[in-house]
T-cell receptor, first 112, second 112 residues
Framework: GAGVSQSPSNKVTEKGKDVELRCDPI?????LYWYRQRLGQGLEFLIY????????KSGLPSDRFSAERTGESVSTLTIQRTQQEDSAVYLC??????????FGSGTRLTVV | GENVEQHPSTLSVQEGDSAVIKCTYS??????FPWYKQELGKGPQLIID?????GEKKDQRIAVTLNKTAKHFSLHITETQPEDSAVYFC???????????FGAGTRLTVKP
């Protein structure tokens, strides 16, 4: 597509529930990244996918977080047993190898 | 790993004045330094970038300078306008790291 698309744009969930966030990257972008942005703070790296290589999961904060990507298409970030500290904006970005990122508009997750 | 620090955290200027935001990085092997602008409720947008083989790059009212010896790079915005008001993030990428590390952000306010 023309840009990086993320859905939903907003998600309110109860503590303890699982949530799934979706990212549709720019067609042809082989690299896909997930970042977390807490209110008023910077971008925290979560996970990186490059083509069919094994993902770099070094930024995932706990085993409640996981992500998948099929080939060079859509990615989903899953948070199990959500906690209030998971409340944040989750940003997805895609790029060509070594190139700058194009970010989506993010999913604002609120855990109540 | 790479660590990026950004200053100041907030910056207020009068319309027409210049604004300068500075970032330092820790790993001298880092070779790509982009700047992103994030408006309220949106994802960050790439506004300018520089690679380590270049000392300065300009694009109309914005410029980025890189000092590899001191390991710092700066964003310069001249003739600021109210629409420049946003949060600006710097980032750095190490050639062996799959992802970029971001600074904590600078909230720029341009007063009319």
């Amino acid at each position: 597509g023309a840009g990086v698309s993320q859905s939903p744009s907003n998600k309110v969930t109860e503590k303890g529930k699982d949530v799934e966030l979706r990212c549709d990257p720019i067609s042809g972008h082989t690299a896909l990244y997930w970042y977390r942005q807490r209110l008023g703070q910077g971008l925290e790296f979560l996970i990186y996918f490059q083509g069919n290589s094994a993902p770099d999961k070094s930024g995932l904060p706990s085993d409640r977080f996981s992500a998948e990507r099929t080939g060079e298409s859509v990615s989903t970030l899953t948070i199990q047993r959500t906690q209030q500290e998971d409340s944040a904006v989750y940003l997805c970005a895609s790029s060509l190898p070594g190139g700058g990122y194009t970010f989506g508009s993010g999913t604002r997750l609120t855990v109540v | 790993g790479e660590n990026v620090e950004q200053h100041p955290s907030t910056l207020s200027v009068q319309e027409g004045d210049s604004a300068v935001i500075k970032c330092t990085y820790s790993d001298s092997a880092s070779n790509y330094f982009p700047w992103y602008k994030q408006e309220l409720g949106k994802g960050p947008q790439l506004i300018i970038d520089i690679r380590s083989n270049v000392g300065e790059k300009k694009d109309q009212r914005i410029a980025v300078t890189l000092n590899k010896t001191a390991k710092h790079f700066s964003l310069h915005i001249t003739e600021t306008q109210p629409e420049d008001s946003a949060v600006y993030f710097c980032a750095a990428r190490h050639p062996t790291t799959n992802y970029m590390r971001f600074g904590a952000g600078t909230r720029l306010t341009v007063k009319p």
